[in-house]
């Protein structure tokens, strides 16, 4: 049964012989080899007279060696009880690896003939670099930061260095490098892994990373050692010597915030921190301040969070925001952050919609969005004192639907599109509803014959093209978009979305079913690039150039040209729109609609929200919140469509759109649309 | 009589092979006979013939259901029916059936039982495809869509019949019968007690003739525990140098009946095996049969009395073993499908961005999902309701895969025609993938992990090692 104290000596030994480790005892050996012969080089002194120097009492057993002894042991026992409650470099590499999947839509394959010791390398070397860099940006804010250098004052409070010295840290710092750690070998792992596979590996020698083992097989250990080994000036800014790390520890104010750097020089270089070494200059060790160091344990664990306490007294002094204030000062007591959480819970108890009431209620599936209900929903209330509670998803409310049956607690079902509400009717999950309003509201050919659903707004698929085009007058009508005179120029959303089939329906409707496939084979042999994205993303390829035309719903334009995006606002400003078949059968109208559920329990107050649907006020709402078409025909269409022209829509009953749709599927399927 | 001469001989094989009787403790076959006055001429207690006959069908009606030609096909509608839920004559065995050297004994289901599956067919409704059908209705929806495709398969909507029906009744006959009857209810004090024959005049006692089924189901050969993975892997395949494996008796022929691999057996199998001698290597075949065994001689041992209720307690210890080993498997397969699912969106991905032939990674696509979403069903037709887990399995797969045009598959109206809609991204999908991956490890806890998308990463980020110590530069 292990138990604390094995594993502890278990991982303590382990630090010695572990290649990755700093003081694996291969390293500390290359080291005193290596300080032996700078030392000769310099002294020519006898070797016994040279290892007395090296391991001499005066360093090994001074006051601040021996602190570093006692941190070095008691910070592996905090380390290990910490270890399993870090962010572990699997946990963010995971989540990148998923995120990179959707800022690449999939996962390229890339550079596939490298042989595979190619991309070993450089995954080791990336890795290398990556670790190297993060370990200089996190030790420069280290010593930039105050509440951050009260912790790491810890490390240069070390008077005497040994490779030991390298222990010498404050848990919380020892903290930011397990984090540091992660991040960056997460960054690296996940991006390897997404582009190259199971081609990423490590380059290794005894299991350590190649170019870190070279690092410290050339006695990196002795950067905390009183060796003064130096490279060439030249070399020293690329590679950090020993020599310039001791400057690091200098207790001079002209070393002060020089060579941050672990392996490599060219960080401080860029950064401007550089301090290449001279020759034969003394350094004294420590922090400099003339006050005498405590070494004692209670100090060096204890005074760093006194003196970040009283960095972060001073921060607010100086007026901080609000925000950090809170942060700080109430975080000093878990008590009161304790309280202050659980009154936000409560009160967003309190408010939560959740909290039934007495009133009239009403329960809402939603295919819309709720940022598109809301406002109908709040002038509904306002209106009748309803309260109503929406249930939204972009899918499945059908199915749900269905295996709730007679339990279902919806009322009213809202959805867009003619296909997919139609779904509902198909599976006999709607009432017949007999309403006088929505008869004379909702046009006949707006509504399900059998009264099951009705139009609530129209939407218009019409063309986006590039403002200024010359051959605009060549565009008069969908059939138009076929003709030569597009090839390679027009850009729409994949074929099987119900928007493009349902107007594929409205082709076949108007023209028969086989003009309406050779009229969809047209389109896609002018198209400019894969059929892609959303409606958006059409409007934007026209920005970018990509293509002339594209194939949109209506309001797609409005929401882009009053975005509060200045990008979304720039591809509008490429566009123009085109309202097709105006001489003709009028343009293509697809539709919002909804009904009432079939085992509602309040169908009247249902139906009464139905009909709130088709009044002036809520037609209005759909042209002003989202610039839909409003059914009702004494409505006018709000200001800003009719500022984007007048347009006749075409007809056709639009139940024979769902009829349609199959074999509009089969054209798809069949042209690849 | 016939089995008294096989137990007979078995034993003496062994015998005589071995030089003790331990290796015939590890056969499960040749229980005796505790029915109290007991009258007939059995010699033995073990009978699973029914099960196996459901196994025979479930192979025969899998290979049936990749013969359309793309038409309408009223003939294969009707023998696919008699394999799924018909009865009696004119069934002859399509699979397993005899290949080179590999000789089947039983060459018709009659010879082995006169049963059927659609009787058997889990009876609750399936929420991972539309229109809350029955396990069965499914099943029936599947054949009639079968019958008219081609080659099992449509590749326009993104369905491998063969494979929908094969996995997914695995699960809603298979795994369901056994885990959620045999080995659930029929354990109760009540149902099925021990001192009582099965039925009249059955030479095994209620308790006895339950976990025998149960066995029968798993398919596993009677001597699976003299058997590594890798052979029943290769049993399984029919493979030639594995028949003298599968014919313990040597007799020359493989019975169907006690000697042969089917699906949930080849399965665990095939788990055990791709994670032999690895860190992460499990041992579901054997520890579901040794839990079978061990179980059976604790029914031995009772010698037809009433269980107490602490040798139900130990029986329901086994039935446990075997149920979520079973589980695992299962669990197992969706991950290993989910990997192979992804692997081919990356292929299929390439090929349609470079215009390629969609056709040659389609097929294998199609096949790999109908796999995934036919074990994912199987996976919820267990004795527990698997809440959330099951709903975002389903949501993550879907109803259909992602196609090329990218479509999917959203609906099925009334006259089971398929409703299909703008699907996800590539990349979406290929996440979905990975998180359906995910939760099979996260809430089954399954090891063997074939196929693993991230395993590379893990793999590398081991490599690197932590940065748990404190130190400084």
């Known amino acids: 049964m292990p138990t604390f104290a094995t594993d502890y000596l278990e991982q303590f030994a382990g630090l010695f012989i572990d290649p990755t480790k700093r003081i694996f005892v291969g390293y500390l050996v290359a080291a005193a080899l290596i300080g032996f012969a700078v030392l000769w080089w310099r002294t020519r002194r006898s070797p016994r007279s040279l290892i007395g120097h090296l391991f001499r009492r005066s360093v090994w057993l001074s006051g601040s060696s021996k602190a570093d002894f006692r941190l070095f042991a008691i910070n592996q026992g905090i380390m290990m009880g910490l270890a399993p409650r870090l962010l572990s470099t699997l946990t963010v590499a995971t989540l990148l690896f998923e995120t990179l999947h959707v800022w690449f839509a999939g996962r390229p394959a890339v550079w596939t003939g490298a042989p595979v010791w190619a991309v070993a390398i450089l995954f080791t070397l990336s890795q290398f670099l990556a670790d190297d860099a993060s370990k200089y940006l996190l030790h420069r804010w280290l010593h930039r930061w105050p509440v951050l250098w009260a912790f790491h004052k810890v490390h240069h409070s070390a008077e005497t260095l040994t490779p030991f010295t390298v222990f010498r840290t404050h848990p919380v710092e020892g903290l930011l490098f397990a984090l540091r750690s992660a991040l960056s070998q997460a960054v690296c792992v996940a991006v390897f892994v997404f582009f190259f596979g199971d081609r990423a590996t490590l380059t290794t020698v005894l299991g350590a990373n190649v170019f870190l083992f070279a690092f410290n097989a050339m006695g990196a250990n002795l950067r905390h050692s009183h060796v003064p080994f130096s490279y060439p000036a030249w070399l020293e800014r690329v590679l950090i010597s020993p020599r310039q790390h001791q400057i690091h520890h200098s207790d001079a104010v002209r070393h002060f915030d020089r060579n941050f750097g672990a392996a490599l020089a060219v960080w401080d270089w860029i950064g401007g921190t550089l301090h290449v070494s001279a020759a034969r200059e003394r350094i004294r060790f420590g922090l400099g301040d003339g006050a005498m160091v405590d070494h004692r344990l209670r100090a060096l664990y204890l005074s760093p969070f006194a003196e970040a306490a009283h960095c972060l007294r001073a921060y607010m002094s100086k007026g901080w925001i609000a925000m950090q204030n809170l942060v700080t000062t109430r975080a000093l007591s878990a008590f009161r952050l304790g309280l202050a959480l659980t009154a936000a819970v409560a009160a967003l108890l309190l408010l939560s919609p959740a909290r039934a009431a007495a009133e009239q209620e009403l329960n809402i599936y939603s295919h819309r969005q709720p940022f598109l209900i809301e406002p109908f929903i709040e002038a509904y209330t306002a209106q009748t004192g309803t309260k109503i509670n929406i249930v939204y998803a972009s899918k499945g409310l059908a199915q749900r639907l269905q295996a709730e049956g007679e339990l279902s607690p919806a009322d009213v079902i809202l959805t867009v599109d003619i296909a997919r509400l139609s779904v509902y009717a198909d599976k006999d999950l709607l009432a017949p509803v007999e309403s006088d309003i929505l008869a004379k509201s909702v046009p006949e050919h707006l509504r399900d014959p059998g009264n099951r659903w009705f139009a609530f707004s129209k939407r218009a698929r019409i063309f986006a093209v590039r403002k200024g085009l010359e051959d605009l007058d060549k565009l008069k009508s969908y059939e138009d978009l076929a003709s030569e005179t597009w090839q390679g120029r027009v850009c729409s959303r994949p074929g099987s979305h119900v928007y493009n089939r349902a107007l594929i329906a409205s082709m076949i409707h108007a023209d028969g079913e086989e003009a309406a496939q050779a009229w969809a084979q047209g389109v896609v042999d002018n198209l400019a690039r894969r059929p892609q994205g959303d409606d958006r993303a059409q409007v934007k390829a026209i920005f970018e150039g990509v293509c002339d035309v594209a194939i949109i719903n209506n309001y797609y334009f409005g929401k882009l040209k009053s975005s509060e995006s200045p990008e979304h606002r720039e591809w509008a400003e490429a566009a123009e729109l085109v309202f097709p078949n105006q001489d003709g059968r009028g343009t293509h109208v697809n539709i919002s609609g909804g009904g009432v559920a079939i085992h509602s329990k309040n169908k009247d107050e249902a139906v009464r929200f139905l009909e709130f649907l088709v009044s002036e006020e809520a037609q209005r709402l759909y042209g002003e919140v989202n610039y839909e078409y409003p059914v009702n025909p004494d409505v006018p269409a709000s200001e800003e469509l009719q500022s984007w022209g007048a347009f006749k829509e075409d007809d056709m009953p639009i139940s024979r759109i769902a009829e349609l749709a199959p074999q509009a599927q089969m054209i798809i399927d069949r042209v690849g649309w | ?473």
């Open chain 2, 1 to 473: 009589m016939r089995k008294h001469v096989f137990a007979g001989t078995a034993a003496l094989t062994m015998t005589l092979l071995a030089g003790s009787a331990l290796a015939d403790d590890k056969v499960y076959a040749g229980f005796p006979i505790t029915v109290k006055g007991y009258a007939g001429d059995k010699t033995t207690s073990v009978a699973y013939s029914g099960q196996i006959g459901r196994q025979a069908l479930h192979d025969s009606l899998k290979k049936l259901a990749g013969k359309g030609n793309g038409a309408a096909n009223e003939e294969l509608l009707a023998a696919l029916n008699l394999y799924y839920s018909g009865k009696g004559e004119g069934r002859e065995i399509l699979a397993p059936a005899s290949k080179g050297a590999f000789v089947i004994k039983q060459t018709t289901i009659g010879e082995i039982s006169d049963t059927n599956l659609s009787g058997k067919t889990y009876g609750g409704t399936i929420t991972g495809m539309p229109n809350n059908r029955t396990g069965e209705e499914l099943v029936n929806f599947w054949i009639e869509k079968a019958a008219t495709a081609e080659g099992g398969a449509d590749l326009v909507n993104g369905y491998d019949y063969p494979q929908l029906i094969s996995k997914f009744i695995m699960g809603a006959v298979f795994y369901n019968q056994a885990v959620d009857g045999y080995l659930d209810e029929n354990l109760s004090a009540e149902k099925k007690p021990n001192d009582q024959p099965y039925s009249d005049g059955a030479a095994y006692t209620g308790k006895e003739h339950s976990w025998d089924e149960a066995f029968g189901y798993f398919g596993a050969p009677a001597h699976a525990l003299n058997l590594t993975p890798a052979q029943v892997y290769d049993i399984a395949k029919m493979k030639e140098e594995a028949f003298a494996l599968a014919d313990y008796n040597k007799d020359g022929v493989v019975d169907l009946k006690t000697e042969m691999v089917f699906g949930p057996a080849y399965y665990a199998a095939g788990a055990d095996k791709s994670s032999a001698g690895k860190e992460n290597a499990t041992n579901y075949l054997h520890s579901i049969v040794q839990a079978f065994l061990d179980g059976r001689k604790l029914l031995v041992a009772a010698n037809g009395e009433k269980l107490t209720d602490a040798q139900r307690t130990e029986l329901r210890g086994y039935a446990a073993v075997i149920s979520d080993n079973w589980e695992k498997v299962l669990a197992e397969a969706v991950f290993k499908y989910a990997g192979s699912v992804y692997k081919d969106l990356t292929k299929l991905k390439a090929v349609v961005e470079s215009g390629g032939n969609e056709a040659e990674v389609l097929g294998d696509y199609v096949k790999h999902w109908g796999e995934l979403k036919g074990f994912s069903l199987a996976l919820q037709t267990g004795k527990d309701n698997l809440g959330e887990t099951a709903v975002r399995l389903n949501r993550l797969i879907g109803f259909g895969p992602l196609l090329p045009n990218a479509s999917q598959v959203v609906d099925i109206d009334s006259d089971g025609n398929y409703l299909r809609d703008q699907g996800p991204s590539f990349g979406e999908y290929m996440l979905h993938m990975l998180k359906v991956q995910k939760l099979m490890i996260d809430s089954f806890g399954i090891k063997a992990q074939d196929n693993n998308v991230m395993g590379d990463m893990a793999d590398l980020s081991n490599a690197l090692g932590g940065g748990s110590s404190a130190e400084n530069d």
